[in-house]
């Protein structure tokens, strides 16, 4: 649990330290707003010279202190760590003069930054949230918002917030009124970066659960643990409309396994089922012995 944990950590750590080099070299220097509060501070250092670590800093202190009294410690405390390890070290690289590395559009082809600082944020979004953290700034105030109001489209919130960003990049970014390129950019980004993120939340442990009503429980489970190695779990059962007693099976399978699991069900008369979705399955079956019977 402690090695869990310090992973947790380095691992909030280390997308700090990538998304502060994403900023420097994709965003910043292609005059766009990046999502949420971060994008506010990114307008405001375009137009005055403010650093985005000081704003940075100056909105997130506040909003992890909320936090921490109102919403979640752990989340508050690793949420601050992400904020400090971003903001100190996108101010180091502001500082250092590593001009060289950056990618400058210089206003043509724009859409490749935004699509790779997108991807790249979406992986730190992902990985964040998986870690019971946030970028800070606008991934805060949502989950405040979701504490305090239940009820509310966690959702719904952040797409209003990156809204308000996208309309304001629009007055701080063009030339002309009618240039809507900066709020182009900035929903591509957020776009990206959503989607790459909820990519990431969804896991890579995706799989199938199988809900199976029949009269031959003993036949299928019996072919599931020969062709597919897998178990089942069967609950007896009365069907309401014929008061006939029934078994439910439900199996777990991978994707490759899909077809197969199909193939079985379609053999046997007096059954039906259907299956989920499901984006991540836990626990840990390997030391769970079958039992023999005397």
Same mark, same amino acid.
Do not use: W
């Given at each position: ?47 005055? #010279? ?56 210089? #206003? ?94 969804? #896991? ?34 009365? #069907? ?55």
């Amino acid at each position: 649990m402690k090695n869990k944990r310090i992973f947790s950590y380095l691992s909030v750590i280390t997308v700090a330290v990538l998304l502060a080099f994403n900023y420097h070299i994709f965003i910043v220097t292609n005059n766009f707003a990046p999502a949420g509060l971060n994008g506010i501070a990114t307008m405001i250092q375009y137009k005055t #010279g403010f650093s985005i670590s000081y704003m940075s800093l100056l909105i997130n202190i506040p909003l992890c202190t909320l936090v921490f009294f109102l919403v979640k410690k752990s989340f508050a405390v690793k949420t601050l760590i992400f904020s400090l390890v971003y903001s100190f070290l996108y101010l180091f690289l502001q500082n250092v003069g590593l001009d060289s590395i950056q990618y400058n559009a210089k #206003g043509h082809d724009t859409i490749y930054p935004v699509i790779i600082s997108g991807v790249i944020s979406g992986v730190v979004y992902g990985i964040c949230f998986k870690n019971n953290a946030s970028t800070g700034g606008t991934d805060i105030v949502s989950r405040y918002i979701n504490k305090v109001r239940p009820e509310t489209n966690f959702f719904v919130v952040t797409f209003t917030l990156n809204a308000i960003v996208a309309i304001i990049s629009l007055f701080v970014y063009s030339e002309n009124a009618m240039d809507y390129k900066p709020v182009a950019l900035c929903i591509t980004y957020c776009f990206i970066s959503t989607f790459v993120g909820n990519q990431i939340l969804k #896991g890579t442990k995706t799989a199938y659960k199988f809900t199976v009503i029949t009269t031959h429980p003993d036949e299928i489970v019996a072919e599931i643990s020969d062709v597919l190695h897998h178990g089942a779990t069967k609950i007896n059962a009365i #069907g309401t409309y014929t008061n006939a007693e029934k078994s439910v099976l439900l199996c777990v399978v991978n994707k490759h396994q899909l077809a197969d699991f199909q193939t079985i069900i379609a053999k046997y008369d007096n059954t039906f089922s259907f299956y989920e979705i499901i984006n991540e399955t836990y626990g840990n079956f390997k030391h769970i012995k079958k039992q023999t019977k005397y």
